[in-house]
């Protein structure tokens, strides 16, 4: 049962693209199989087998991307305790949308309901660094974001951690890679900067925390100008670093034995 779930269908004559109980089950009782689809049902569920279900992923084609990998991860697991760890990004796209009409509130057996339709007020960019070892984030908000900006954040982090060396955790965003940028880092050489490897940007912690700020502000608010949106997030920064806690960053490769330089005290 389990090797023909996880078969393509039309191999097996049924022109979709993916198995449901009835399906399977009609096709497993032509093999002179006698079963209920509640029985396929409940076999599939003690495999963990969802055939209705995907999930969507991004393959890195980055010749080097153990390297970079490897490169992130032994400065989350290994970096000197008195070495700064920042992780950088842009959150782009944050939509000031304000809803015609006010939410419903939940009542007992309803959930909250919400109008479809909205106004447009514009958009908004945290340029964001988030403290791997405190959890903080911080930053600033623009209109947009190129070289410029991503410098000026560059520089707001520099002015923060004013002592000690540190890191910087980054993707392959173009405005991260100019010129400008490369001569701040020659600049300011007590900062060393890593990428993650082409589209793995999700090994930047950051991405954990942009993803709380738009579970909790942003994919719920209504926003009646720019200047709301930013009072929010502002608001939201202040309150998230007042109870701040790191993540507890568990991602490792499947041999960590295998990066050069691992320490003895590294995780296993």
Not at 151 to 165: H, I, K, M, N, S
Request: a negative charge; proline letters at 5%; charged letters at 30%.
């Amino acid at each position: 049962m389990e090797a023909e779930a996880c078969r393509d269908p039309s191999d097996a004559g049924f022109e979709v693209t993916h198995w449901s109980i009835a399906l399977l089950g009609e096709h497993v009782r032509s093999m002179q199989i006698d079963i209920s689809d509640a029985s396929v049902g409940r076999i599939l569920r003690g495999a963990l087998l969802q055939p209705h279900r995907q999930k969507m992923w991004l393959n890195s084609q980055d010749d080097e991307f153990r390297q970079k990998r490897d490169d992130v991860l032994r400065v989350y697991y290994e970096a000197p305790q008195d070495e700064h760890t920042l992780c950088l990004d842009e959150k782009t796209g944050m939509q000031a949308l304000e809803r015609r009409y006010p939410d419903l509130p939940m009542q007992p057996g309803m959930p909250v309901r919400r109008e479809f339709e909205y106004i447009r007020h514009g958009t908004l960019t945290l340029m964001g660094a988030y403290d791997v070892r405190s959890g903080k984030l911080f930053g600033f908000l623009s209109d947009g974001h190129d070289s410029d900006t991503f410098v000026q954040l560059l520089e707001q982090v520099d002015a923060c951690y004013p002592t000690g060396r540190g890191h910087i955790i980054v993707d392959n965003l173009s405005t991260h890679t100019t010129d400008e940028v490369v001569e701040w880092f020659e600049e300011h050489p007590r900062w060393t900067l890593h990428f993650t490897p082409k589209h793995a940007s999700w090994l930047n912690q950051i991405e954990c925390a942009f993803s709380d700020l738009q579970r909790c502000v942003l994919a719920r608010g209504s926003f009646r100008s720019k200047d709301e949106l930013r009072d929010k997030v502002h608001a939201y920064l202040w309150w998230h670093n007042e109870r701040a806690e790191p993540f507890e960053w568990t991602y490792r490769p499947a041999s960590w034995s295998a990066i050069p330089g691992k320490t003895s005290d590294g995780p296993d």
